[in-house]
């Protein structure tokens, strides 16, 4: 899917070399300050928070659920994490809050 038809023709604007994905974001999840760190950890928490949210059983069935409606996380801060089209997100190479996390790296 090119990236032109999820922003109706929209560019994707990036503030200081971060894209704001907000436009299309179907979600979001918010965390304590200090709970995300950037990593893969951070993943699993959204898988966990998911699971909660929709009663599953497991991480996997959360990750799943994104996996199903073409969802992937992009940390928007240090405390929060949107839920953006993975084709949108694939296919706009960028630096983010997660890398602020981790220090740059």
Do not use: C
């Not at 699971?51 to 996997?60: A, D, F, I, V």
């Not at 992009?74 to 949108?88: A, C, G, R, V, Y």
């Amino acid at each position: 899917m090119e990236v032109t038809s999820i922003t109706n023709g929209e560019g994707v604007e990036f503030i200081d070399g971060r894209p704001n994905f907000t436009p299309w974001s179907k979600g979001s999840i918010k965390f304590k300050e200090g709970m995300l760190d950037g990593s893969n950890n951070d993943f699993n928490l959204v898988y966990e928070k998911i699971m909660q949210l929709k009663g599953s059983k497991s991480k996997n069935q959360g990750k799943a659920w994104l996996k199903e409606k073409g969802l992937t996380p992009h940390h928007k801060s240090s405390t929060e994490i949107e839920l953006i089209p993975t084709d949108l997100h694939a296919n706009i190479p960028h630096i983010g809050s997660a890398s602020d996390l981790r220090g740059g790296k």
